[in-house]
Nanobody, 122 residues
């Protein structure tokens, strides 16, 4: 059974940092693109960042560029999202996703995690 399990969310003050982790189990994700999406209360789910599993290619939404860094450990089937200089508007449930290479849309994803809550206080 394929599973994506996120961890690392929590409450942090504005300007602080958090590191999210996503553990992928159930199959080898070496041919999948991996990414992070988020959904704030009352808003649509939105793209945050994605990474090419094999080549290290990355893509970011403009709202997080320069503050967030996506990375992966292929040997461990892990994907990470390092979030620095957090802002209150980053508050959301963050979801790990696996799908087509270069995924950027929700429809690009085949598998989703259950989400982890991030709350940034002002």
């Amino acid at each position: 059974q394929v599973q994506l399990v996120e961890s690392g969310g929590g409450l942090v003050q504005a300007g602080g940092s958090l590191r999210l982790s996503c553990a992928a189990t159930g199959r080898t994700f070496s041919t999948y693109g991996m990414g992070w999406f988020r959904q704030a209360p009352g808003k649509e789910r939105e793209f945050v960042a994605s990474i090419d599993w094999g080549g290290g290619w990355t893509s970011y939404d403009d709202s997080v560029k320069g503050r967030f860094t996506i990375s992966r450990d292929s040997a461990k089937n892990m994907v990470y999202l390092q979030m620095n200089r957090l802002k209150p508007e980053d508050t959301a449930v963050y979801y790990c996703a696996a799908g087509r290479l270069g995924l950027r849309l929700g429809s690009d994803a085949t598998y989703w995690g259950q989400g982890t809550q991030v709350i940034v206080s002002s």
